[in-house]
């Protein structure tokens, strides 16, 4: 069975739950207690040498980074619309995994690093990010479903969920109707999982 070794609270490990779900795989979490420092023993750095979550465990073969996960869940689960194969079609996809690795993570992840983790970040700066990021965003959903056109890709999965999960950062989507509703269309596929929203230490 595939293991997923994630942090609940963590957008990283929740995007590539969300596509495992997504592709009605079956897979099993594991939590790692980020807080103990978990991360870093010596067993979990055998499996990702930058001591980070997520992790997946193919049945032995061992990928980290979720994006690189996603990549890889695609090719070898997912029907060709995930990852396009036609060069031109995939760079697009590619561009938008680079936003979300940059754009998305220095702004709206990283202002919910300061609220939910209590991060020593610039909250600020991290929130004028976002708000810069969601304007070209919300332009491009203008005229089109999905981040690259009509149909989605993990290029979607990539950047749904702390751009979905921004107000926890303090970043309001309000000034954005078509990042709005682009998040709807993705909530309501079939299979979708949301990501917890509660502080661990709040959880009931």
Request: avoid cysteine; aromatic fraction near 10%; hydrophobic fraction near 45%.
């Amino acid at each position: 069975m595939i293991k997923l070794y994630r942090h609940a609270l963590s957008g990283h490990s929740h995007r590539v739950e969300l596509f495992l779900s997504l592709l009605n795989l079956d897979y099993q979490l594991v939590d790692v207690d980020l807080m103990t420092g978990a991360h870093k023993d010596a067993e979990f750095l055998k499996m990702h040498p930058f001591g980070q979550v997520p992790v997946l465990d193919d049945n032995g073969t061992v990928l980290w980074d979720s994006n690189a996960i996603l990549v890889y869940l695609a090719r070898t689960y997912g029907k060709e619309t995930w990852n396009p194969a036609n060069a031109t079609e995939e760079a697009a996809v590619q561009a938008w995994l680079s936003i979300a690795a940059g754009a998305v993570a220095f702004g709206p992840a990283t202002a919910r690093l300061v609220t939910v983790f209590g991060a020593d970040l610039d909250h600020e700066g991290a929130k004028a990010r976002a708000n810069g990021l969601f304007g070209t965003v919300n332009n491009t959903l203008e005229n089109q479903a999905y981040l690259t056109g009509t149909k989605i890709t993990i290029a979607d999965i990539a950047a749904y969920t702390y751009i979905a999960h921004a107000p926890e950062g303090g970043v309001s989507l309000e000034s954005y109707p078509n990042i709005q509703a682009w998040i709807s269309r993705i909530e309501t596929l079939s299979g979708f999982v949301g990501m917890q929203k509660t502080p661990l230490n709040q959880a009931t």
